[in-house]
């Protein structure tokens, strides 16, 4: 094991210790800030998986080079039941933080599929200067989000059909949502 799959081996068990002890499940706030630190620790460790592929992982053929998609294959299940029951019974702030999870999901999904597709065509960006994993991992993490805030992706343009795609399927799920959110919260004011 390498020292970078320790580190995060070790903040992914503290962070799941606090999200499902006891002693913390009254302080929500808390418990969902551990839960995205959670998720962002799983989304290095399967962007390290694919560069650096586990040797032990890969010795059970080819399913283990698949292991990594599985957190998030997991974020899309939980995200596709936060969308089917957005609005339905939940108070304003409940609503509120729906939407944050839902837009942080959906960052987290496309900025793994964005380093897949650089992963396998280096010239499908355009202006990706790093060489490291951990850089390359922050790179698409930060062009996934600004890809859902805004129109623009930064510095980081996609060149290849298939990363145009993704963008844009990302800013149109980035706006659904956000004006799913607006109806509901028309709906509950009235």
Not at 43 to 63: C, D, H, Q, S
Not at 102 to 109: G, K, N, Q, R, T
């Amino acid at each position: 094991m390498k020292i970078e799959e320790i580190i995060l081996f070790v903040i992914g068990a503290i962070c799941f210790y606090f999200v499902f002890s006891e002693k913390y499940k009254s302080k929500e706030v808390f418990r969902d800030i551990i839960f995205t630190i959670l998720l962002i620790d799983l989304y290095f460790f399967a962007v390290l998986e694919v560069i650096e592929p586990n040797e032990t992982l890969l010795k059970g053929g080819i399913y283990g080079s698949y292991l990594s998609l599985l957190p998030f294959v997991l974020i899309a299940f939980v995200l596709i039941i936060m969308i089917w029951s957005f609005g339905n019974k939940l108070t304003e702030e409940k609503q509120v933080t729906y939407l944050i999870w839902m837009l942080s999901y959906i960052v987290l999904i496309f900025s793994f599929i964005y380093f897949l597709i650089y992963d396998n065509n280096k010239c499908a960006f355009m202006y990706v200067e790093n060489t490291e994993w951990y850089e390359l991992a922050f790179d698409f993490l930060y062009y996934s989000f600004s890809r859902g805030l805004t129109f623009g992706g930064g510095t980081i343009e996609p060149m290849s059909f298939l990363a145009k795609l993704c963008s844009m399927v990302q800013t149109v799920i980035f706006y659904f949502i956000i004006g799913k959110a607006l109806v509901n919260y028309k709906e509950t004011k009235k």
